[in-house]
């Protein structure tokens, strides 16, 4: 099983995303790091709109031994696509299924929710630079290594995906425990995108605004809610259903 990689220095994470390396999962900065060169890399993470903390030199230490000059930047397992790579792979598929997290924060639901997505048949997952889970050790275990099958997509902003992906005649589907709908009320067999957010905050509104069809699951019990990654299965097995 691969791991997740760490490069460290200032320079050589400037360097890095500068090249495009969209493995970057998450950059460590410590606490009152001055300069010309910090400045240029801050400068970076926003306009790129990468994720970061600051952090104190103890942890810095703990993530790496070398002389990483007060900056870590964590590397992802997996290689992302870019969203143009993930709409030649369906080009042509009157059937295409894609998952959008729309920010799933906790690495084992979101390695369940990639587990399932393999089997199901998702095409290919979309997630947000920010705010989104990191791929880590947790999230490869969790998946049983179905995160390696799957392309995952990174894209800046989620709502500029779902308009690229409506333009191909995909149909929008959001995952909204408000709506009067329920996911057997709506028909799936042709290309959909299903969009899951955070068990927290759910799915963003002006994220949902775009959606063609918001569903829910029928709730019978007190709890109010189910798990995003046991809701995500079941919302995907239900497009299974229907297609076979």
Not at 15 to 29: C, L, M, R
Not at 124 to 130: F, H, Y
Not at 131 to 145: F, H, L, M, R, Y
Request: one cysteine or more.
């Amino acid at each position: 099983m691969e791991k997740t990689l760490d490069i460290y220095g200032i320079r050589t994470v400037i360097e890095a995303i500068k090249a495009g390396d969209k493995t970057i999962d998450k950059i460590f900065i410590q606490i009152g790091l001055k300069g010309g060169l910090i400045n240029e890399l801050e400068a970076l993470i926003r306009q790129n709109k990468l994720k970061s903390s600051y952090v104190p030199s103890q942890k810095l230490n703990k993530l790496s031994k070398k002389n990483h000059q007060g900056v870590i930047a964590r590397i992802s397992p997996i290689k992302f696509y870019e969203l143009d790579e993930i709409m030649e792979k369906i080009e042509g598929k009157k059937d295409a299924l894609i998952l959008i997290l729309d920010q799933i924060s906790d690495v084992r639901n979101f390695g369940a929710i990639i587990r399932t997505a393999e089997v199901s048949g998702v095409d290919a997952i979309i997630i947000q630079n920010q705010s989104s889970a990191p791929i880590n050790a947790d999230t490869v275990k969790t998946s049983a290594g179905a995160v390696f099958n799957v392309p995952i997509c990174k894209v800046s902003h989620i709502k500029d995906a779902i308009y690229h992906l409506k333009s191909s005649e995909i149909m929008v589907v959001a995952a909204n425990e408000r709506s009067d709908k329920t996911i057997y009320d709506v028909k799936l067999k042709k290309s959909i995108a299903l969009i899951m957010g955070s068990e927290e905050r759910g799915i963003a509104s002006s994220i949902l605004k775009l959606s063609d069809e918001q569903v829910k699951l029928p709730m019978f019990g007190k709890i109010e809610s189910l798990n995003v990654s046991v809701a995500c299965g079941i919302l995907l097995y239900e497009v299974v259903r229907q297609r076979i």
